[in-house]
């Protein structure tokens, strides 16, 4: 089956120093999907990438899809407190139906 | 946050008795999704459904089963709950075809001693 790979696991960083987390799947996608989990919260829809190549902003935050659709990157600039929480990537399998998401990357903020 | 509500929110049972938990949504989509949540392993779906009484499995579904009579409501059921069944469960909704965006619930963190 589909496999979704995220690093780091985890990720420390000074408040104010960049950060970024790494997704690659074992199979190429037609869309990948980014969420943000704070601490003891659900997980929260922030972004979807559809084309090859495709980059979005929102913010600090800067979303990547690779050309080949296999992977993908979300790189936060000047990390805040409040970025702390656990980023998931998530891609399409089974025609669609389902959603098959990354370990997740931890990023601890310290102020 | 889009209307999911999730019951219980917290739950302990003993091994081997069923627990059944529920997710109501008042958004009238048509996809809804229940996965669980543990350290190392990030969020793994259990089963999902595309409309009622219309469910299939997902990557984790040994041990649960679901229901959907209405809409509104997805009832995962686990029939003899074990250890290795504690967990943080989530339901997520969606709208759409080809993946569009879930919305989840508050979660349910269901202990099983």
């Known amino acids: 089956g589909q496999q979704v790979m995220q690093i780091p696991q985890y990720q420390h960083v000074q408040e104010g120093e960049d950060f970024t987390t790494y997704c690659n799947s074992s199979?190429?996608?037609?869309?990948i999907q980014w969420y943000k989990q704070r601490p003891g919260g659900h997980p929260v829809f922030l972004i979807q990438?559809?084309?090859?190549?495709e980059v979005k902003k929102q913010k600090r935050l800067t979303f990547q899809f690779g050309e080949a659709k296999k992977n993908s990157s979300l790189h936060i600039t000047a990390t805040q407190t409040t970025d702390v929480g656990t980023y998931f990537c998530?891609?399409?399998?089974?025609?669609?139906?389902?959603?098959?998401f990354g370990g997740g990357t931890r990023l601890m903020v310290k102020p | 946050d889009a209307g999911i509500t999730q019951s219980p929110r917290h739950k302990v049972t003993e091994t081997g008795t069923p627990v059944t938990l529920r997710c109501h949504q008042t958004?009238?989509?048509?996809?809804m999704y229940w996965y669980r949540q543990d350290p190392g392993h990030g969020l793994r779906l259990i089963h999902y459904?595309?409309?009622?009484?219309?469910?299939d499995k997902g990557e984790v579904s040994d041990g649960y089963s679901v229901s959907r009579s209405k809409t509104e409501d997805f009832l995962l059921t686990l029939e003899s709950a074990t250890s290795s069944q504690t967990s943080v469960y989530f339901c997520?909704?969606?709208?759409?075809?080809?993946?569009?965006?879930?919305?989840f619930g508050n979660g349910t963190r269901l202990t099983v001693t």
């Open positions: 199979t190429t996608l037609s869309n």
């Open positions: 459904s595309y409309g009622v009484k219309d469910t």
């Open positions: 990438l559809v084309k090859s190549g």
């Open positions: 958004e009238n989509h048509r996809y």
């Open positions: 998530a891609g399409p399998y089974n025609a669609g139906n389902m959603l098959t």
């Open positions: 997520a909704i969606s709208g759409g075809q080809e993946m569009t965006p879930l919305h």
